[in-house]
Nanobody, 122 residues
Framework: QVQLVESGGGLVTAGGSLRLSCVAS????????MAWFRQAPGQERQFVSA????????VYADSVKGRFTITRDYLKNTTSLQMNNLRPEDTAVYYC???????????????WGQGTQVTVSS
């Protein structure tokens, strides 16, 4: 069983920055990939970014390329998402997930955190 705990969400004005973190725990933690998704009210869960765990390869949604950066700390079992130049349309609950396949599809991921709210005001 893998537990994921996100932190770092909050309220920021457009153009501002936030840094999200996700700490993983559990004896079975050995993912191929960790990812961030987001979900706004009334919308489907949307892929944001992913990073392969052992040899990092990063993937981004087009909507966040050049603004968001995903990293991972292998020794601390942590992934982070640095979000710069935030826009009101980035407002959502952000979720961390782990999986065995580098995918943009939520159903390919088997462990999820509880989410952290990000709100960007205009």
């Amino acid at each position: 069983q893998v537990q994921l705990v996100e932190s770092g969400g909050g309220l920021v004005t457009a153009g501002g920055s936030l840094r999200l973190s996700c700490v993983a725990s559990g004896r079975t933690f050995n993912p191929y990939v960790m990812a961030w998704f987001r979900q706004a009210p009334g919308q489907e869960r949307q892929f944001v970014s992913a990073i392969t765990w052992r040899i990092p390869r990063m993937v981004y949604a087009d909507s966040v390329k050049g603004r968001f950066t995903i990293t991972r700390d292998y020794l601390k079992n942590t992934t982070s998402l640095q979000m710069n130049n935030l826009r009101p349309e980035d407002t959502a609950v952000y979720y961390c997930a782990t999986g065995g396949l580098l995918s943009t599809t939520p159903s390919e991921y088997d462990s999820w955190g509880q989410g952290t709210q990000v709100t960007v005001s205009s």
